[in-house]
């Protein structure tokens, strides 16, 4: 049978078939080649035996969270407490696209800031929408809900940033611990261990307790340059240009001419910066 993994807990592996959920262990050649079954792997398994005999090809893969084919990130952006991060921001738009998975910006606490503090923050807003990226708030439950549709989503974001509140507005059954049970990134206490794929509003969407590596040290420059997609606006005379130092780079001449927010250059070069160590 064919059947997807909802959950991993030691070594039993959840596989969901049309309804049932049945409990299996891995065939023991998986551990002699190292192959390491993700939540969100579909799979072949022996419905009577219990074993996963096969995991079918992965569009995509993360190993902190330990998750596959994931087709779109909620990226819970607070406005504050915490305070509004475009460097955080980026890195996780950056990520997503390194694994082709659709980044939506959803912005929490609008009703903390001020009108004045607002207009301030909208340009940049406006800006990501320009890119093509889906920008919405987290009172936007019926738009939420129509984009949760037969895709499976996570929902990603600082502590604090309100993760656990608006997927207990759309589930309220699950009753979350605000504050606790958000995606920690390497900061706050976190409850969630376990990744979980739930169905929800026709889609499916994965608990997890966070994106912790947010480092590129794995990725070229060139992976890193491409995930910012504006930059493939402005084509350069230069081949393979990085968009660092060449006086003529049209990147760099967007940037100076506002047309290339700077915010999104500066985390280019930081972000460049630490994948140092990679070379493609």
């Known amino acids: 049978m064919k059947g997807q993994i909802v959950k991993i807990h030691s070594d039993l592996h959840y596989v969901q078939a049309d309804t049932e959920i049945y409990p299996c262990k891995c065939r023991g050649i998986f551990r002699k080649e190292k192959i390491l079954p993700l939540v969100g792997d579909f799979v072949e398994f022996d419905s009577t035996k219990l074993v996963i005999e096969k995991i079918l090809p992965r569009r995509n893969e993360f190993f902190r969270p330990k998750v596959s084919n994931i087709d779109q990130a909620f990226l819970i952006t607070s406005l504050v407490s915490p305070d509004f991060s475009l460097n955080l921001l980026d ?14 910006i959803c912005v929490t606490k609008r009703d903390l800031v001020t009108d004045a503090q607002f207009c301030e923050i909208e ?7 320009k890119l093509g990226y889906t920008v919405i708030f987290n009172t936007e439950l019926d738009q939420i809900k129509t984009l949760l549709k037969n895709k499976t989503s996570v929902f990603t974001g600082q502590t604090g940033a309100g993760k656990s509140t608006l997927l207990n507005k759309l589930k309220p059954d699950w009753n979350l611990e605000t504050g606790e049970v958000s995606i920690a990134l390497g900061r706050g206490r976190h409850t969630t261990r376990v990744v979980t794929l739930y169905e929800l509003f026709d889609g499916k969407v994965m608990d997890t307790p966070g994106f912790s590596a947010l480092d590129f040290n794995t990725y070229s420059k060139e992976q890193i340059r491409d995930a910012f997609i504006e930059f493939s606006d402005y084509p350069c005379p230069f081949k393979d240009c990085l968009h660092t130092k060449e006086a003529e780079c049209e990147v760099k001449k967007a940037v100076i001419s506002n047309n290339i927010m700077k915010s999104r250059y500066l985390n280019y070069l930081s972000f460049i910066q630490e994948g140092d160590c990679y070379e493609d």
């Open 91 to 104: 890195k996780l738009i950056v990520l997503m696209e390194l694994h082709s998975v659709r980044p939506i």
């Open 123 to 129: 340009p940049i807003l406006d800006y990501y929408k």
